[in-house]
């Protein structure tokens, strides 16, 4: 009972937010907060619930960007267009690079996938039918409404919401089933599992996939919303980390632990850099890195664990395992 | 226990609420959005930027009548709108094309500025310059080459540098005006590393070049960040061609350098296009054993007492650091950008558009080595153009071509070490 009331709270705000704070920037600082909670909520399926710590993700990411901003690039069509694109491409890589590295475990899976990312983003910097080195940029004037090229950043908002509460209820509904089930198996001790049967390289190769996919309708909504994706902001490293950070500083391996942390890193980045970021020097990165280190130092289980760890004890253990 | 949670909940709705409150209206104070990477791989730039744009506004918002012609110097303020100041409203891209064009957002929608300069990058300069677009704000940027930027159709948006099509012209008439001289320029090799800047700055040259009836003799294209160039260098001293375009950034420029020293090859004439052989780290490397290289610049500082050496000395007094071309071209935009505001004798974006689209500003009127300014319907100056330097004495370059800004003649051959 206790948690609907919570749910319907923080549904009313994520609908009322921007109509309330209802200037430009904080409605796009709305927007920007949905749309990396849908990426960690993506990652957060693999890296937070299988205890699969995936630095690579950014390859996903990068699919879905280069689909959606490909389809109108390359062939005129909707950027929306190439959401199914990206997802297929998404999944296909997925299985690709799931089935060897999944055998890894810890460190050396993560490391592997950052390879992994690094070398996709290479290839795309040398491929002239992908823009190369300068990207593809999408329509700046919306030809029509399916060019989801909009002044205000409301439709951004909603459509992102809409998006995230899916990607949630999928989310809910994994961990739920007997899937959700073998991945926190897999999670606490990957041989237990094994030899009671569970299907362990299967498993995380389903929640890899699926987790891909989602993650790729992410890069295709942002780079919708910022209508250009180039071998640094698409397939760069630095946003699977900042994804990464999100999910393990909102609580990974918790249903919306990722939306907590999307909620406080994203304003904390903006506006620190929109107060400091003029002065010069860096300040920005300064203050976000302390504030992350001062979490990571008293509340390593993310910050829904304030609240769920007292209800159930070491519910939250896991989410020490991400970096 | 619930009653705390619902005043956390409050605490990060009063930190969003807070964001609004930032801007606040100043009377005759114009406000000017400036992006530029503060922060990341290329801080230095944004730094330099910044440090030049205040010396920019000093001289806009004070009274500077030794810089001649220049025009806002004379009088404090802009003239138009009855003696107003200019500010730089300055933000951080992070060298991020989202960042950049959420601070654009920002800039317009919270600061309220008049117009946005910016951003340095190409993929940032796209991203925030299409914002500005869709508010209806003139956007300027002043050092961005990217071709693609005035090919989207946009009507808000200035360029006042010179981009590749401008650099390969001034090659061909360089090239010209030396053979006139006596030098032989009749094959010409460019050599480019595989970055976006080498291969499309190689395919504008080469095809300039073709234009003239004067096809390249070789191209020669390298992996950029070179270990090694001996390959390279070798295919040169075989095929000997008389002029040598170089297209690098600062290591394969120091590592080319020291490669020709060692296999001897010294091209009769070596042309390098701003980039690598501009870097201040690559002249005190290498500049005593590349004695004699042409390199490509705007910015040349006129004798002592000229707007160009008053400035020169102003900006270095403000950061520490030689002007270069980088920063000059940007000095200049900013000037651009504030002249329009003043003869718009407006804030409303769309005079200050049509000011914009009206500018004609001379040569003597620029503290850069264009031609003018003067833009055309995508938005380009189609006057931008830039000057030949060269190596001549030691680790400095000293302003070759045209004849009218040369402070020496050009050395011939190339001397090397």
Redesign the interface.
Known sequence: MRRLIWLS?VAA?AIAYPLL?S????Q??GA?VLLYAIAASAWNIVGGYAGQVSVGHVVFFGCGAYAAMGSYAKFGLSPLLGIPGGIVLAVGLAAIIGVPTLRLSGHYFSMATIAVAETVRLIVT?TEWLG????L?GP??PRNVFDLSF?SSLPYYYLFLVVLVITLLITWWMTNSRMGFYLRAIKDSERAARSLGAPASRTKLYAYMLSAALTSVAGAL?AMM???V?P??GLGILISVKILIMAALGGAGLLFGPLIGA??LV?LE??S???L??????L??VVYGAIIVLIARFQPGGLLSL?TGRRKPGADKGAGHAP | MNFKHVTRLFCAAAMFLALGSGAQAQDKVIKIGVIMPMSGGTASIGAHAKAALEVAMDIINNAHPELGNLPLAKNAGLAGLGGAKIEAVFADNQGNPATGQNQALRLITEEKVAAVFGSYQSGVTLTSSAIAEKYGVPFLNSESVAANLTERGFKWFFRTTPIATDFAKIYVDFLADIKAQGAKTDSVAVVHDNTEYGTSVANTIAGAFKEKGRPIALDIAYPVNATDLQGQVLQLKDKKPDVVIMISYTSDAILFAKTMQSLDYKPPVLLADDAGYSDPSFTKAVGKISQGAFNRSSWVVGPPGSASAIIADMYKKKSGEEMDDTVARQMQGFFVLADAIDRAGSTEPAKIQAALKATDLKPEQLMIGYKGVKFDDKGQNVLASGAIIQLQDGENYVSVWPKANAEKAPMLPYKGW
């Open positions: 709270v705000i704070l200037s430009p920037f904080q796009r600082l920007l040398n190369a080195a300068v990207g940029s700046t004037v002044l942002y910022f209508g250009f180039d640094e902001s909620a406080i304003p903006e506006i850099n929109s107060w970021g003029g002065k010069g020097a860096g920005t990165f609240f």
